[in-house]
């Protein structure tokens, strides 16, 4: 049976015991990586896992947001720098009430975003890209016009 006839014959019900995704991003170093989100974002580290003294895994969460990140071992860090696959095309979207206090809070912390933040698809857009690479957005909803710039606005 193909999957369209499977969909169209289905008659179970949604499934609604799944409640959230949670990326897990492979870092390259740890140290680093938590700066970034910890220091820079505001990121608070709900859950770890430290063999041997070493923070090698955590949870952490911004708000209602969570994500995970995991030290990727010496072997495979190696393999994956190499081929440049790291943050390759993965872009983090978080929704927010207000995506430019993000930006103003990352500024203050000397983290930059990857360009000036605009208004895009009705909503303030921030990006920013961490130290391995991948792309971390914020947004707000507002009603200015589309790709009106932070610096068009500001008194």
């Known amino acids: 049976m193909t999957m369209l006839k499977r ?7 949604p499934v609604h015991n799944v409640t959230a995704v949670v990326p897990l991003l492979t870092v390259t170093n740890m140290e680093r990586s938590l700066a970034f989100y910890i220091d820079g974002l505001g990121f608070t580290i709900q ?10 895994w955590c949870w952490m969460s911004l708000g209602a947001a ?39 809070d990352a500024a ?7 360009r000036e933040p605009q208004v895009g698809n009705f909503a303030w857009e921030i990006g920013f890209a961490d130290p391995d690479g991948y792309r971390i957005h914020f947004s707000s909803p507002t009603d200015l016009p589309e790709e009106t710039l932070l610096s068009q606005i500001k008194a």
């Not at 969909?7 to 019900?13: G, I, L, R, V, Y």
């Not at 203050?108 to 990857?114: D, M, N, P, Q, V």
């Open 47 to 56: 859950n770890r896992w430290v063999p041997d003294g070493r923070l090698r």
């Open 7 to 13: 969909a169209m014959n289905s008659t179970a019900a």
């Open 108 to 114: 203050a912390r000397g983290i930059s975003t990857l």
């Open 66 to 104: 969570v994500l995970m990140l995991q030290e990727a071992v010496d072997s495979s860090r190696e393999k994956m720098v190499a081929a440049g696959v790291l943050g390759n095309g993965v872009s983090l979207n978080f929704q927010c009430s207000d995506a430019l206090a993000i930006y103003r």
